[in-house]
């Protein structure tokens, strides 16, 4: 089964203040099971002004929990996404410039 791997990032400022929330989609994975609860190792995630990317300037990587996962049966064909953990990354301290 094909899954879209998503992660819901809250951007905030550096007194912690919500700016905006948006869904990350790290791509498609072909795997036989997923269950809620399983660990993925994912690249560390940062800012390019207020859009969510990939880090490349550590090839870091992170270990999140998939905590849902949703079988959309409004798509043709059926669309299935596996949440992670949501992440808060902070203007200032997550931006990665023009790397």
């Known amino acids: 089964m094909e ?3 998503c992660q819901r ?3 905030v400022d550096m007194n912690e203040e919500p700016i905006t929330e948006t869904l990350f989609e790290y791509g498609q994975l072909e795997t036989p ?3 809620i609860g399983c660990t993925v190792i994912v690249p560390s995630l940062g800012l390019k002004q207020f ?3 990939i880090d490349p300037r550590f ?3 992170n270990r999140s929990k ?3 996962i949703e079988f959309d049966m409004m798509e043709s064909p059926v669309v299935t996404r596996a949440y992670l ?3 808060k990354l902070i203007v200032g ?3 990665i410039g023009e790397v």
């Open 3 to 5: 899954y879209s791997i």
């Open 9 to 11: 990032v809250e951007i």
């Open 33 to 35: 099971n997923f269950s």
């Open 51 to 53: 859009e969510v990317v």
């Open 59 to 61: 090839n870091g990587k």
């Open 66 to 68: 998939i905590i849902d």
């Open 85 to 87: 953990e949501p992440v």
């Open 93 to 95: 301290q997550h931006d």
